[in-house]
């Protein structure tokens, strides 16, 4: 039988444990505070940042939210990004992605400090990454992590297919499972011959934005398949897995709802109160 890996157990697990630490901290007098910054208004950014605004706030995190018009500048983004940046009560800067396309994603997410950078996401944070130094990693990756140590799925030793080369998921995934001892390739939309990376593979990643480009011809009998696609369609969310003709064939696969969105949010609480930590032991 296949196992359907519970996301949600999972990271509510978490966000208990991390309600508990900001609690604690807060009987010290030191709440973590998270700023989300949300311009435009794409109803799925919109919609995201509610949840994660309402994942603050259960947290017993403060909620510093900052929403501009999709007419901003480049510069009138910069300036919210640098207040918060000054600001001490702040721990953690998110800008919502994507931005509307006439503005600088990567040199205003630069902005942000590295001890501030929740999403891992600046060109610091990637430089921690990769040298192994210390740091706040992406949400998405790490909350995989999270969920194959958590089914005792082994790293070590294992070979993983990363399949997505993103700067959000499939890059820092690959570096993530190359540091825990991993055998990773990285699959991409120039890869020939999907099947010949993935069906070697003992974990599959599927981070490609792709509905339902790996199925049963991509997976060795027992392997764990990670689906971090999340598609809407009139039927309801799928992701790029058809994890229904996985069935009897992954040894275990995350749902899609419920397998690895979850978690994201999760990494995205933890990581803001590393932040507060880390930012507290270096004054």
Not at 14 to 32: F, H, M, Q, Y
Not at 48 to 72: N, Q, S, T
Request: glycine residues 10%; proline residues 6%; negative net charge.
């Amino acid at each position: 039988m296949t196992t359907r890996i519970d996301g949600r157990k999972l990271a509510q697990q978490i966000l208990s444990k991390v309600a508990e630490d900001v609690a604690a901290a807060g009987a010290s007098g030191r709440v973590p505070g998270l700023a989300t910054i949300l311009v435009g208004d794409d109803p799925a950014s919109a919609v995201y940042v509610a949840a994660k605004r309402r994942a603050i706030r259960e947290a017993g995190m403060r909620d510093f939210h900052r929403a501009l018009p999709a007419r901003a500048t480049q510069e009138e983004v910069a300036a919210v990004i640098d207040e918060l940046a000054a600001d001490p009560a702040v721990s953690g800067i998110l800008l919502q992605l994507p931005l509307p396309g006439r503005l600088d994603a990567p040199a205003l997410i630069d902005r942000i400090p590295v001890t501030k950078d929740v999403d891992g996401l600046t060109t610091a944070s990637a430089g921690l990454l990769a040298r192994g130094v210390h740091g706040l990693r992406p949400c998405t990756p790490l909350g995989v992590i999270e969920l194959l140590d958590a089914e005792g799925i082994p790293i070590e030793g294992a070979r993983a297919a990363v399949v997505g080369w993103g700067e959000l998921v499939g890059r820092p995934l690959a570096q993530l499972l190359l540091r825990r001892g991993a055998t990773v390739t990285v699959a991409h939309e120039f890869t020939t011959d999907l099947a010949a990376v993935t069906r070697p593979a003992d974990i599959v990643v599927a981070a490609t934005g792709v509905r339902g480009l790996i199925g049963p011809e991509h997976i060795k009998p027992g392997a764990a398949v990670i689906d971090v696609g999340m598609h809407r369609t009139e039927a309801g969310l799928t992701g790029d897995v058809r994890a229904a003709e996985l069935e009897g064939i992954a040894g275990c696969i995350t749902p899609v709802p419920g397998g690895v969105g979850p978690m994201t949010i999760a990494m995205l609480m933890r990581n803001t109160l590393y932040a507060a930590e880390w930012e507290r032991a270096a004054a």
